[in-house]
């Protein structure tokens, strides 16, 4: 039987506490975002777990999965874009300032992290390999949508809006950082042609346009384009997931 632990930690400014659940014993940890407004148990629950559970047990991977608070920051509607990005950042920093630790005591020693989710959750996972490559140089990202100003946006846009959205800020990278995310950084970004990938989620046209963005910069990525059967939904996320994990522990 797979590994199975489970913490609950606060998360500062949100007046409440996120779950991590740890699949796994040894292995490269993986830090795993749900889709939007999920919980740490939605991986598991929808057989994204059961997927990788060769590598799992095998000790080549140890999946890390969080709760998100999407309903606080991106879903929430009635806050400017501005207003969800700010407290975005509060959510980035729980998953740096004690999700990361929480890591790092458990899996001592333990190689460079990697992030992967799907739809809003591969949002999560590039968002922080473009800005925190030093702690999460891999993004394995599915089905997502990369654009936070196509999410019902509205109100002024501010810095904390402009630099939430890899959209908008990597056409303006630049200088020995862009030098440096050349050298750490390597996103791959899957998506499908099938149902509910162009409408309405946006992934494959948002999955092509951040590889061209990528791409003009010369940042490292791999655009994986599955066919027209491949929807966006979680047979799929699981196939895709059993592909592309096993060359990255």
Sequence with gaps: M???MTWELDIPGFDRSGTVIRYGHYGRPVVVFPS???????????GMVDAVRDLIDAGRVKLYCVDSVDDATWSDQSASLEERARRHRGYEAWIIDRVVPLIDHDSPGHGD????????????????ALTRADVFPLALCQSG????SEWHAWGERGDAAFFTNPTDYVRHLEGDHLDWLRSR?????????????????????????????????????????WGHDSAHDWPWWQLQLAYHLPRFC
């Design 2 to 4: 797979t590994e199975r």
């Design 36 to 46: 939007e407004r999920g919980r740490a148990w939605d991986y598991e629950n929808n």
């Design 113 to 128: 992290l990697a992030a992967t989710g799907c739809s809003l959750g591969a949002y999560h996972a590039l968002q922080l």
């Design 145 to 148: 949508s990369y654009d936070p």
């Design 185 to 225: 950084v390597n996103i791959v970004l899957v998506v499908g042609e099938g149902p509910w990938e162009v409408n309405p989620t946006g992934s494959l046209p948002g999955a092509r346009r951040m590889a061209e963005l990528l791409a003009a910069k010369q940042i490292p990525h791999q655009l994986d384009v």
